[in-house]
C-alpha cells in the first residue's frame, strides 16, 4: 500500500503478558519512529531507526519496551509484562530524509492497546 | 528540551466563523515546525510545515500558519471554518533530533 500500516489494529491484553505490535513504512523510507499517545496526552516519542545506524531508544520509558526493526522494513515494538499504563494509541510513522531539515514524517493509523 | 503549548482543549465554532489555534514551543535551535490533524476515525495527517523562508505558510484544505520566531510561535489558522474541519489538531517542533514533540492537541468541533 501507499502508507504506513500497523497491526493489530486493536489490542486487548491482560496485565503481565506480553504484546507485539506491528509496523510495516512506506517502501523506501528509510526512517521509522514509533510514538506513543496516552488518553488526554500528546504524542510521545519511543524509539526511531534509521537505516543501518544504532535506533535512539531514548524515549522508551521503561526497559519493558524494546524494538526491532528489520533491514529497512517492518518494524516491531514489544512490551513486555504489560502494566495498566501502558493502555495507549501506538503510532509509527516513516520518513525518506532522515537528517534533512525538510524530513516529514508520516503517519500510520496507530493500534489502540488497551490492559486489563 | 524541546516542549510544545497548545493553549486551547476543546474549541466549539459555527460554520463559517473564523479559527486561530495557539501554538508554543520552547526550543534554542532552529526549529521545523509542523501541524497534524485528526479527523475522525481517521489517522494522524499533515497539514502543513515549516522549514526555512516566508513565515506564512499554507497547508491543504485552506489552513495556514504563520512562525513568529520572536514570539516563539506557530499559530494555525483558517478563515471560514467548515464542518468537515472538525477533529483534532497537532502541533509539534522538530529541532536537532529527528524525533517530533508534539502539544496534547486542540479539539475543534464545528457546528452547523
Known amino acids: 500500500g501507499a502508507g504506513v500500516s500497523q497491526s493489530p489494529s486493536n489490542k486487548v491484553t491482560e496485565k503481565g503478558k506480553d504484546v507485539e505490535l506491528r509496523c510495516d513504512p512506506i517502501?523506501?523510507?528509510?526512517?521509522l519512529y514509533w510514538y506513543r499517545q496516552r488518553l488526554g496526552q500528546g504524542l510521545e516519542f519511543l524509539i526511531y531507526?534509521?537505516?543501518?545506524?544504532?535506533?535512539?531508544k531514548s524515549g522508551l520509558p521503561s526497559d519493558r519496551f524494546s524494538a526491532e526493526r528489520t533491514g529497512e522494513s517492518v518494524s516491531t515494538l514489544t512490551i513486555q509484562r504489560t502494566q495498566q499504563e501502558d493502555s495507549a494509541v501506538y503510532l509509527c510513522?516513516?520518513?525518506?530524509?532522515?537528517?534533512?531539515?525538510?524530513?516529514?514524517?508520516?503517519f500510520g493509523p496507530g493500534t489502540r492497546l488497551t490492559v486489563l | 528540551a524541546q516542549s510544545v503549548s497548545q493553549h486551547n482543549h476543546h474549541v466549539i465554532l459555527s460554520e463559517a466563523a473564523s479559527l486561530e489555534l495557539g501554538c508554543n514551543y520552547s526550543y534554542g535551535g532552529t526549529v521545523n515546525l509542523f501541524w497534524y490533524v485528526q479527523y475522525p476515525g481517521q489517522h494522524l495527517q499533515l497539514l502543513l510545515k515549516y522549514f526555512s523562508g516566508d513565515p506564512l505558510v499554507k497547508g491543504i484544505k485552506g489552513f495556514e500558519a504563520e512562525f513568529i520566531k520572536s514570539k516563539f510561535s506557530f499559530n494555525l489558522r483558517k478563515p471560514s471554518v467548515q464542518w468537515s474541519d472538525t477533529a483534532e489538531y497537532f502541533c509539534a517542533v522538530k529541532g536537532t533530533a529527528s524525533k517530533l514533540t508534539f502539544g496534547t492537541g486542540t479539539r475543534l468541533q464545528v457546528t452547523l
Open positions: 531507526f534509521q537505516g543501518n545506524s544504532a535506533p535512539d
Open positions: 517502501s523506501g523510507h528509510t526512517a
Open positions: 510513522a516513516s520518513s525518506s530524509d532522515w537528517g534533512v531539515a525538510t524530513d516529514t514524517q508520516y
